[in-house]
């Protein structure tokens, strides 16, 4: 017997609905549903909490073909998370590339060193750069902070997206704008970002 025909038989000798285990479980219904039908797996927590909640082990709940899909499951969605929270750190790191003396300001025949703050180069540029970074570290902010909810695979696989068409548009116009320094920190950090997903992939 399948992990979901059990979990339906445990619930229906205990008189519950779906909704009633989920609430014994912490969870949506939409999740009990999942399982019964074989459409997905609960992770570990989950599957802790159906043995204690029914007094029965987990090695009795799933058969050998469903352990390796489930440790392959919790598997991916560990790579997913921590590849999320890899991308989130570095993208970051774009707010410090507003304090960082990156920017070249022309004095006269020589070109300071200055921050973006004092930066007095064309006003509109100046928006835009702000604009490209601070996007950068919004973005690393929702990737950090999408660890904390459920449900969220398909939305942190979007951010990334979104973070990678944002890194690329950003190390184009400061390379266009002749801002060598932070292009090249940029285009650093997106080697970064393609050497995680590649690996990501082998796994």
């Not at 008189?15 to 969870?27: K, M, V």
């Not at 352990?67 to 989130?88: D, H, S």
């Not at 942190?156 to 932070?182: D, E, N």
Request: aromatic share 12%; no cysteine; proline share 2%.
């Amino acid at each position: 017997m399948e992990l979901g025909e059990k979990l339906q038989q445990l619930r229906k000798q205990n008189n519950w609905t779906q909704e009633q285990l989920a609430e014994q479980l912490y969870i949506s219904r939409t999740a009990v549903s999942k399982w019964e039908s074989g459409k997905g797996y609960p992770s570990i927590d989950s599957l802790k909490n159906i043995s204690a909640l029914f007094k029965i082990s987990i090695d009795d709940l799933l058969s050998g073909d469903e352990l390796v899909q489930l440790a392959t499951n919790e598997n991916k969605e560990n790579v997913e998370n921590i590849t999320g929270m890899i991308y989130g750190l570095l993208d970051l790191v774009a707010i410090a590339f507003i304090f960082l003396p990156f920017y070249g300001n022309p004095e006269g025949d020589y070109i300071r060193a200055v921050n973006l703050i004092d930066y007095k180069e064309v006003v509109g540029l100046k928006t835009i750069y702000y604009i490209l970074l601070l996007s950068l570290f919004g973005i690393g902010a929702a990737e950090l902070g999408l660890r904390f909810f459920e449900k969220t695979k398909s939305m942190g696989k979007v951010l990334r997206r979104l973070s990678v068409g944002m890194h690329i548009l950003a190390i184009l116009l400061f390379s266009m704008t002749r801002q060598p320094y932070l292009s090249t920190f940029l285009f650093i950090l997106f080697l970064m970002k393609g050497f995680i997903t590649l690996n990501n992939k082998k796994l």
